[in-house]
């Protein structure tokens, strides 16, 4: 396809709103050409190019991306923080993300490392500082540097919102 055609259909398709796109200075816009996805600037300018199975709109300056059946980040210029490595999407709050390998959760940070070893059943995103793990079948809460906070006697628990348990 010519590149002035693609611009033309880019410009259509964000004149009628059907892209995805973050919120922020500069949004990027998730596009999907020839099966693959990547992201342009509001000019219809290519950013990253279409290259990804699967992307997710930007969130902290990070979209998780998936390529080859796992999921990966990558920063706004389409530089690798973490490659594509894990099972499931994952998705940022307070700074970690869950990520499943191996059939185990853990945690990486923002910037790709792994903040908490793959170690749990089950791992949920983290609220007031804490996040909901399962380990043997036992719902607990651990900090941000893996430690157990709350004994794991539960069957159920919910996440934390303002310094309470919901």
Do not use: C
Not at 30 to 54: C, H, N, S, W
Not at 138 to 143: N, T
């Amino acid at each position: 396809m010519k590149k002035s055609a693609v611009k033309a259909f880019l410009f259509l398709i964000l004149l009628f709103g059907g892209l995805t796109y973050s919120q922020s200075k500069d949004p990027l816009f998730l596009v999907r050409m020839e099966g693959k996805y990547g992201f342009i600037d509001k000019t219809g300018k290519i950013v990253i190019p279409a290259q990804f199975d699967e992307a997710k709109p930007f969130q902290d300056d990070l979209s998780l991306i998936r390529f080859e059946k796992k999921w990966g980040l990558i920063d706004r210029t389409g530089k690798m923080i973490a490659n594509p490595q894990f099972e499931h999407p994952v998705t940022l709050a307070e700074g970690f993300a869950p990520v499943s390998i191996d059939g185990k959760w853990g945690y990486i940070d923002k910037s790709g490392r792994r903040a908490i070893d793959p170690q749990f059943e089950e791992a949920y995103d983290f609220n007031d500082g804490m996040a909901l793990v399962r380990v043997d079948k036992k719902r607990s809460y651990v900090d941000k540097t893996g430690k157990i906070t709350v004994s794991l006697a539960f069957e159920k628990a919910g996440s934390f919102r303002d310094g309470r348990r919901r």
